[in-house]
């Protein structure tokens, strides 16, 4: 378990300076560049990532049950899963009416992703890495929202057509990922 919460401290961690630490990490930015900044993010990322992964990995070996979730939040597990992959599309295709409303769907995806999980797993490690992904996106939700307020920055108005598309696009990933992926990449079958 060590493992992986040490992963989850420098990801999340890392990925919090915005949340915490915004002025230094513009300084900082400032100071070694734009360039060396994104590498040096990219390695620690990294990093942490891999240790979250392998973290994992080690404790799936010898489970700590703290509940066991009723089967049917499996389905609300996959429901959510979908709209998550929903939200995530919404933040890469462009002129979206989601992004337009939401201004974060990245972010909504991470949290929306995170809940579904917590829902259908009861294991120690998983409270602690869909946990620690939850408080982190409803964290940086709730600052990117104040820190647009006060910046007065505006989203441009969403079409109907990239609205459909990344609903469409969304809902493909969801059943590709949920069908062919998740299994040989996590382990799990979902269904």
């Known amino acids: 378990m060590t493992i992986l ?16 630490a915004e002025d230094w990490r513009n ?35 010898t489970p700590v049950v703290i509940w066991t979730p009723p089967l049917f939040t499996r389905h609300i597990a996959a429901l959510l899963a979908v709209i998550a992959f929903v939200f995530l599309a919404a933040a890469y295709v462009p002129r979206n009416g989601i992004k337009a409303k939401l201004h974060h769907p990245m972010t ?9 999980h917590l829902i259908a797993n ?18 940086l939700f709730s600052v990117s929202r104040r820190r647009d307020r006060a910046a007065g920055t ?19 990933a969801a059943v590709v990922f949920a069908g062919w992926l998740h299994a040989p990449l996590i382990g799990v079958r979902p269904f």
């Open 27 to 61: 300084a900082t930015r400032q100071r070694i560049g734009a360039n060396a900044w994104k590498g040096l993010y990219s390695v620690i990322s990294i990093v942490g990532f891999a240790l979250i992964v392998w973290g994992y990995s080690i404790a799936r070996e």
């Open 5 to 20: 919460i040490l992963g989850l401290i420098i990801f999340l961690g890392l990925h919090s300076v915005r949340i915490f």
């Open 122 to 139: 009861g294991t120690l490690h998983d409270i602690l890495l869909f946990g620690g992904f939850l408080v982190w996106s409803v964290a």
């Open 108 to 116: 909504l995806g991470v949290k929306t992703w995170a809940l579904a």
């Open 154 to 172: 505006v989203y441009p108005a969403g079409s109907g057509g990239a609205t459909a598309l990344t609903i469409a696009g969304g809902i493909v």
